[in-house]
């Protein structure tokens, strides 16, 4: 036979083989790999491709149960599978013809720990937390496992996405430098109350605005965004990827949210604030937004747990006005919202430093908020807060709820940062004294008083605490 008859009768062939998809195997995202977490006792989705047309087999070893799908036309599958109590380690073998094994699979508590900066800030590298050197050495948990998105922005919502190590990692020494300090503390401390695998997942990025991890379609609610989303829905991706600009409204939300989409997690603990510090008044709309966006997209109203901002930049003399402490206001404002819970750091931040290094507490805090409200724990999770107030001649009468214990100083000395302003709205320092579960603020510069603030400023001086020594938010009563 000639060459070139044999290379005819080969040609189809060749063609044939060009023709088979890419995924002629089972392929999964990076968020299904060894080491990872379900959560426990909850139908959890797993999805991948396969050979279009193809059925696809799924056993867990924790029941041996099989399931079954057929890979859709473009080789889409999605399967859910039922997780028991918390355990493991055990296998998930899936197959379409040539099968592929997840090993090292735990059964636990599944959260997000998403924000800006002060999420994203490190054990160690750039972030150097508290004792970094002894907190890296001491991360030896096994059943708690980490999986670290890879910052990405998208004008589209994405299906998929990059982490940084290409799957879950199990929490070591050699793991946990470059991980979120904040969620490493809450997932640590959670595991320390509960005896139960948990899984991390890191998906954040330093400096950025809220609205940039909102969807377009919740965005375009709010009139401020309206034209951005439009714009933005219009971009060439490709030009969207030159730009790579994470300030923009809804790209972080595309690249690093949307991705996880329909991963089955507990809940979500959240730090942001700062890039959005100086537009308050409309964050006390965009953040209870973005909050019901995400459970909208995931059909579930999870917990969701956030850090209200830390003290910071130079400490003022007399009363002044605060961007940081509207911002502070406005998450105050979003416990109004079901199912959510705030962390106060009012004492715990750096005058110079917008990058505080005690992380510890704020993950405690996040922690003790989860334990109490998710996992009833009999933990106090909250600090005093702000309830009402009443008028009594020259002097004004502050009442808290979350008073643990009863009202007290930290310092043992008497209360600060209390101001108080007579019809003139002129704020002064005040005198403030506990009564039980109540403060009784006055001055002799105000005859007739109108308003209260507390820790009203940037890095304001303020002690009120309950008597498990957790901090009273800042608040204003006008």
Not at 257 to 262: D, G
Not at 439 to 461: K, L, Q
């Amino acid at each position: 036979m000639k060459k070139i008859d044999i290379l005819k009768g080969l040609m189809p062939v060749l063609f044939g083989l060009l023709a088979i998809p890419a995924f002629s195997k089972i392929v999964l995202p990076e968020i299904f790999s060894d080491h990872a977490v379900l959560q426990q006792q909850t139908e959890a989705p797993i999805w991948g491709k396969a050979t279009p047309k193809k059925n696809v087999r799924l056993i867990t070893s924790w029941d041996n149960q099989t399931y079954n799908v057929p890979a859709d036309s473009n080789g889409d599958w999605k399967i859910k599978v039922k997780t028991p109590t918390a355990g493991g380690p055990y296998t998930i073998a899936i197959s379409d013809g040539k099968e592929l094994v997840l090993k090292d699979i735990l059964i636990g508590e599944v959260w997000i720990c998403s924000g800006q900066s002060n999420m994203e800030m490190p054990l160690a590298g750039w972030g150097k937390v508290l004792n970094y050197e002894n907190e890296i050495a001491a991360a030896d948990f096994p059943n708690i496992r980490l999986l670290h998105v890879q910052r990405a922005t998208s004008v589209k919502p994405e299906t998929d996405m990059k982490t940084v190590s290409g799957g879950w990692q199990v929490c070591s020494p050699a793991t946990i430098p470059e991980f979120s300090s904040v969620g490493y503390f809450f997932g640590r401390e959670l595991f320390t109350k509960l005896n139960i695998p948990v899984g991390l997942i890191s998906s954040n990025w330093g400096g950025t605005v809220a609205e940039a991890w909102t969807s377009g379609e919740s965005l375009e609610q709010m009139p401020d965004f309206k034209d951005s989303i439009q714009v933005i829905r219009n971009e060439d991706p490709a030009i969207q990827q030159i730009a790579n600009n994470p300030n923009r409204a809804t790209v972080l939300h595309n690249g690093m949210i949307h991705p996880l989409i329909p991963y089955a997690f507990q809940g979500v603990i959240w730090y942001q604030g700062e890039a959005n510090a100086d537009r308050a008044y409309q964050y006390r709309d965009l953040f209870p937004l973005m909050i019901r966006d995400w459970r909208k997209l995931w059909n579930r109203d999870f917990p969701f747990y956030f850090v209200q901002l830390a003290n910071y930049m130079k400490r003022d003399s007399v009363p002044v006005e605060s961007h940081w402490a509207e911002l502070r206001e406005a998450q105050f404002r979003t416990l109004r919202l079901k199912n959510t819970g705030m962390a106060v750091t009012i004492d715990i931040g750096e005058a110079n430093d917008i990058h505080p290094k005690n992380k510890q507490d704020v993950g405690k805090r996040l922690a003790y908020i989860a334990e109490a409200n998710t996992y009833h724990v009999p933990v106090v999770f909250s600090g005093p807060l702000y309830d009402s107030y009443t008028i009594e001649g020259n002097k004004i009468r502050v009442t808290f709820k979350q008073t643990a214990n009863g009202l007290k100083t930290n310092d043992g000395k008497a209360l600060t940062g209390f101001a108080i302003a007579g019809p003139d709205h002129q704020f002064v320092w005040a005198t403030a004294v506990i009564d039980g579960n109540e403060v009784v603020v006055s001055s002799p510069e105000v005859e007739f008083p109108v308003a209260v603030r507390y820790g009203w400023a940037n890095n304001p001086d303020c002690n009120l605490y309950n008597g498990t020594n957790l901090p009273a938010s800042p608040f204003r009563t006008e």
